[in-house]
Nanobody, 124 residues
């Protein structure tokens, strides 16, 4: 699966961003899509995921973003979005989207296709 991540930027604490993960070649509804982030010097960590249509589009979030983030699909645009509100400096990092035809995983090894990453910087 070819994935293109976009939507990152520089945001002040408390602000919002919408990250997009799109595919021009594959039908994303057939894939579970996860978002991960990687801060400098740290491992890539799970942020959120949405299951493939075969798994009823269930959503999953890491506790640190739960309640202020929403992952969703727009099948007409063949895209998955991650909206993040009330952003904090600790949300800073490169955000990657990833896809798998299986059920979503919170681990990087659960995905076999990755986008190129988009930088999110939260700072005053």
């Amino acid at each position: 699966v070819q994935l293109q991540a976009s939507g990152g930027g520089f945001v002040q604490p408390g602000g919002s961003l919408v990250l997009s993960c799109a595919s021009s070649r594959n039908t994303l509804s057939a894939y579970s899509v996860g978002w991960f982030r990687q801060a400098p010097g740290k491992d890539r960590e799970f942020v959120a995921a949405i299951a493939a249509i075969n798994f009823n589009d269930r959503t999953y979030y890491v506790d640190s973003v739960k309640g202020r983030s929403t992952i969703s699909r727009d099948n007409a645009k063949n895209a998955v979005y991650l909206r993040m509100n009330s952003l904090k400096p600790e949300d800073t990092g490169v955000y990657y989207c990833a896809a798998t035809p299986a059920a979503p995983s919170t681990g990087v090894l659960g995905y076999n296709s990755w986008g190129q990453g988009t930088q999110v910087t939260v700072s005053s």
